[in-house]
């Protein structure tokens, strides 16, 4: 095909597609103005019919907002007239409005005047005398009925509204049947008020037909059909009578699932929206518009939805369719007439060009070979003055500018292949986009290059004679450091000497393989030659070599030869060194572990052995002697735990210091206290060296500031000798200024005349999972985590800690905290050594709720001395259960494990603080757990625990929490 039919072809298919997407826009112009007026004007008839609507119920609305204000003032009138005024004012306004079938009141008994008990059984009075009277109109009599039971299906206590908003309601229509006569009601209410609190609600039962002949009667379009909706989605008006009382979601099946589903949205939101849907009751597609209205003071929008029939909006767009096709047809007419007139006059000549491209093809000769293109052009078309003959002679001078491109292109694409990326063309004989497209080239090799000096590993490509072509920084940078020659022709071949040297056990086996890994590199005719990786070490550097070739393809174009071999050197330095750390620290927890696992199976092994042993003697006296050791077993077993889970929240940044004032004088008073019993066990002496305090009044977290404390001095304690002494001494810094006005710096040093530790086993004990040497684990015990734990309370406190010590000759631990302080007296609470009496908690009642049955019967254990009465649950759900089931105030405690199957403690909880008892709220609930960690006690608070008791039991702890909440 010739370029003049081409040039028409075009031309015809962007008019046709300009025709088209004119004619779109039109239609879419058209129809969205359409639409824009239609919804305007619909909209204006929704608020006005909705105005109308809402006129009318506000009629009754005003008259229930009047008679609630009235009923308000009702201490203004006389007690003897109040009753009687209501019934008259009920059976006035109902006579005097026949679309009212009731009218009624109610409010809580007594609130008004106090006199209900005095109206029972009185008419229009319950039985308990709560005045709630009901006055219908039924065919024009008036009639006065009992408080009735106002609860419709799916509205609740709907006369309820008032009370729990204070605002006035309007009910959704609903069919009644009031003295055997079916009727549609529409109920509006207003509360009645005292002190601004709702006490009461006086409302009117309307008939809702008017409703419906409002909707019937709105015809803006012929064809028109209307329907009004509640909040509720209730159907209060439809042009299908059938449907008035029922749900949208119910009634409206003939809209598609999607505009149901819209609409009902649209009406819950007071939204307004417009959509298109077919209507099989009409067979009719209908344009439907939705728009709400307000009704009165409530927050009540309800929706008047108004379908007219499609065609009134798409008969235009119709129309606009076919006149924008007629003017897009006559002008495509008249543009190709001139189309072709024009595309003759141009494509003569450029197909006399393209044959001349054709004939250089066709020889076989290059098409762009210096003076070709003029050769094969007629000189008719080059002697043209016109744009044609200028375009002949473009063309020729392009031919010779891009063979000279071309090969300058070609040169640097085969030293390209050949690992060659110095390669540059030469530019300064080529002008314009030329000179462009060769600089171009030039500068994405310097790219390359750069991106290669980027790359951290050392490269180098070499050609086929093994000839090094090219190496970027890092290479620069290793050759340097080792002394190798990158100007040498053996520099590859000594490399992989090294590298032979290094990881093959013989020499001469070695240089065999050399020379056959050259061979296999570096001979063009071998397509797939292996790739050689190898590790080798050079002056204690480790490098990962690999020698890669990028394959030959002589055999595509044997004058040009791409070969090229690339090493690659990554020193693997760091990660080896890595490995061994990692595998360091890995054989330091598996001691751990196996220190661990002395620690918790030998106390493990003493509680099982003296259990056995308690069991097979009759000996009081023997059976309390395996106890006592038990207990003490136990207590040991319990301190390795902590401790592990003292580490576990250091490392993963969760623990968390809690500040109080105390005594410092008085604190490490009670620690020395608390380890003189064991140190005279083993004949050791503890003295306190206090130097001057000034300021004794600390804000800091003293448990933790005592546990650092106490593990250095169990420490020197266990590794002194029997007849030894160990020195606490305690003094306050000298403020040196820099530091945090209020704060105070304090020092604190642990010495004693142990066996001391080397300086090559103190490196690592503040490490975790580390002791001295293992003999320690074995001769003293211990799991290696104290010092670790210390140093991190220390170091949270804004310390340091330090060790000075000499094997065989003792040690030193000494570090130093700053917090605030002040100089005021701390009163301490008057201690006492007696043993306080068991607590009677006689005519309470306790509910245990644990899944494992032997956790209940240690608590029953605990408690049965107490007088408590004890009931039990095995999960939360049985819990929830016995609660619901009880009366309230019957329970006075519960003590709530968490972790059970069912339901846990927590989510009890909360299920029994939401249900609507007033105890509920109030009942103490206890926590009783082995979560200990701060996170989960601070989320059993959250689920509404008072309090938290961990496992294993602590029983003065558990006393003091039930004396707390049950004889507080």
């Known amino acids: 095909m010739n370029i003049g039919k081409k040039l ?25 103005q359409i639409r824009t007026l239609i919804n305007r004007e619909i909209y204006l008839v929704a608020q006005k019919e909705g105005k109308e609507i809402q006129l009318w119920l506000e009629v009754y609305l005003d008259i229930a907002r009047t008679l609630s204000q009235i009923m308000e003032r009702v201490e203004e009138i006389p007690i003897v007239r109040r009753r009687p005024l209501f019934n008259l004012l009920l059976n006035q306004i109902v006579s005097a409005n026949p679309e009212i079938v009731g009218a009624w009141t109610i409010w809580e008994p007594n609130e008004l005047d106090g006199l209900d008990a005095q109206f029972a059984g009185a008419v229009g009075a319950s039985a308990e005398g709560r005045f709630a009277p009901w006055w219908l109109n039924i065919d024009g009599e ?19 509204l008032p009370f729990r908003t204070g605002k006035e309601a309007i009910i959704d229509p609903t069919y009644w049947i009031i003295e055997d006569q079916e009727k549609l009601l529409v109920d509006v209410a207003a509360p009645i008020k005292k002190d601004g609190v709702p006490v009461g609600a006086v409302g009117f039962d309307i008939e809702a037909p008017v409703i419906q002949a409002r909707v019937m009667s709105i015809k803006p379009y012929e064809g028109s059909v209307s329907a009004v909706y509640s909040s509720r989605g209730v159907i209060c008006g439809h042009f299908d ?40 009751e009409l067979k009719e597609n209908m344009f439907f518009i939705v728009a709400p209205f307000f009704i009165g003071r409530t927050d009540t929008p309800w929706t008047l939805m108004v379908g007219i029939p499609a065609k009134i909006i798409t008969d235009p767009v119709y129309r606009a369719l076919v006149i924008g096709l007629g003017i897009g047809l006559a002008l495509i007419v008249l543009i190709v007439a001139a189309t072709i007139l024009n595309a003759y006059s141009i494509s003569k000549p450029l197909n006399q060009m393209m044959q001349s491209f054709k004939s250089i093809e066709n020889a076989e000769e290059h098409l762009f070979k210096k003076g070709r293109f003029i050769q094969n052009l007629p000189h008719a078309i080059i002697r043209q003055q016109n744009e044609i003959g200028k375009l002949a002679m473009a063309f020729a001078g392009m031919s010779e500018s891009l063979q000279e491109v071309v090969s300058k292109i070609e040169y640097i694409t085969a030293s390209a292949r050949g690992g060659n990326l110095l390669a540059r063309a030469k530019t300064t004989s080529l002008r314009g986009n030329y000179l462009r497209i060769l600089k171009g080239l030039n500068n994405a090799m310097d790219v390359i290059c750069d991106q290669f000096d980027a790359v951290p590993d050392a490269i180098a490509l070499f050609d086929s004679a093994r000839v090094l072509v090219y190496r970027n920084h890092a290479m620069d940078e290793f050759i340097k450091r080792h002394g190798f020659d990158a100007n040498d022709g053996q520099f590859l071949a000594t490399i992989l000497a090294r590298a032979a040297a290094t990881n093959w056990e013989e020499k001469e086996k070695g240089e065999v393989q050399v020379d056959a890994l050259f061979s296999s590199l570096f001979t063009p005719d071998t397509d797939d030659a292996a790739t050689y990786t190898v590790d080798i070490v ?94 003490n077993s136990s207590a040991h077993l319990l301190g390795v735990i902590n401790d592990i889970l003292d580490f576990s929240k250091f490392e993963a940044g969760k623990l968390h210091l809690e500040p109080v004032e105390f005594s410092l004088i008085d604190d490490i008073s009670f620690v020395v206290s608390m380890l003189q019993r064991h140190a005279k066990e083993r004949r050791i002496s503890i003295r306190l060296e206090l130097g001057e305090i ?60 142990g066996i001391g530790i080397s300086e090559k086993q103190a490196a690592k004990l503040f490490q975790p999972f580390e002791q001295a040497d293992g003999g320690i684990a074995r001769s003293y015990g211990g799991a290696g985590l104290g010092l670790v734990i210390s140093k991190n309370i220390v170091e949270m406190m804004g310390g340091t800690i330090a060790l000075k010590s000499k094997q065989g000759e003792g040690s030193s631990f000494s570090f130093t905290i700053r917090c605030p ?27 245990i709720v644990d899944d494992i049955d032997i956790n209940r019967e240690i608590l029953r254990e605990i408690l049965e001395d107490t007088g408590i009465a004890i009931e039990m649950a095995s999960n939360g759900k049985e819990a929830l259960a016995c609660f619901e089931a009880s009366q309230e105030n019957y329970y006075d405690i519960i003590l709530m494990d968490i972790q059970m199957p069912v339901m846990d403690g927590c989510a009890a909880t909360e299920k029994i603080r939401s249900m609507r008892r007033k105890d509920a709220e109030t009942l103490p609930i206890i926590a009783m757990t082995a979560d200990v960690i701060q996170e989960d006690v601070i989320k059993m608070r959250e689920a509404g625990m008072n309090e938290h008791v961990g496992k294993p039991i602590d029983m003065d702890k558990l006393f003091k929490t039930l004396r707390e909440f049950l004889l507080a």
């Open 538 to 631: 050079l002056q204690e550097h480790m490098y990962a070599m690999t020698l890669k070739r990028s394959g030959s393809q002589r055999h595509l174009n044997p004058s040009v030869d791409s070969l090229c071999v690339m090493l690659l050197l990554t020193d693997i330095t760091g990660i080896a060194k890595a490995r061994l750390e990692a595998e360091a620290a890995s054989k330091a927890k598996s001691d751990f572990l196996s220190r661990m696992s002395h620690e918790i199976r030998t106390p493990l092994n003493a509680v099982m052995g003296m259990t056995q042993v308690a069991l097979k003697t009759d000996d009081a006296e023997k059976m309390q002697s395996c106890l006592k050791q038990i207990d």
């Open 694 to 753: 000034r300021k004794d009044c600390l804000f800091a977290d003293s448990l933790r500031l005592n546990q650092a404390l106490i593990n250095l001095l169990s420490n020197a304690i266990k590794f002194s000798r029997p007849e030894g002494e160990v020195r606490l001494i305690v003094k306050q810094l000298a403020d040196t200024g820099g530091h945090e006005e209020g704060t105070s710096a304090y020092y604190f040093e642990v010495i004693d005349e």
């Open 241 to 280: 009578p059938s449907r008035i009382g029922k749900e949208i979601s119910l009634a409206e099946q003939s809209l598609a699932g999607d505009n149901l589903a819209a609409l009902a949205r649209a009406v819950r939101q007071g939204r307004a929206f417009s959509f298109f849907n077919y209507v099989p």
């Open 8 to 32: 028409i072809l075009v031309n015809i298919s962007i008019l046709l597609i300009g025709v088209l997407l004119f004619t779109a826009v039109f239609v879419k112009v058209t129809e969205t």
């Open 142 to 160: 008036i009639k006065l009925k009992t408080s009735v039971d106002y609860e419709r299906e799916g509205q609740g206590d709907f006369y309820q």
């Open 821 to 847: 302080a002040c100089d005021k007296k701390i009163i301490k609470e008057a201690e006492t050594d007696e043993v306080e009496a068991m607590p009677d908690f006689s005519g309470k009642r306790c509910l």
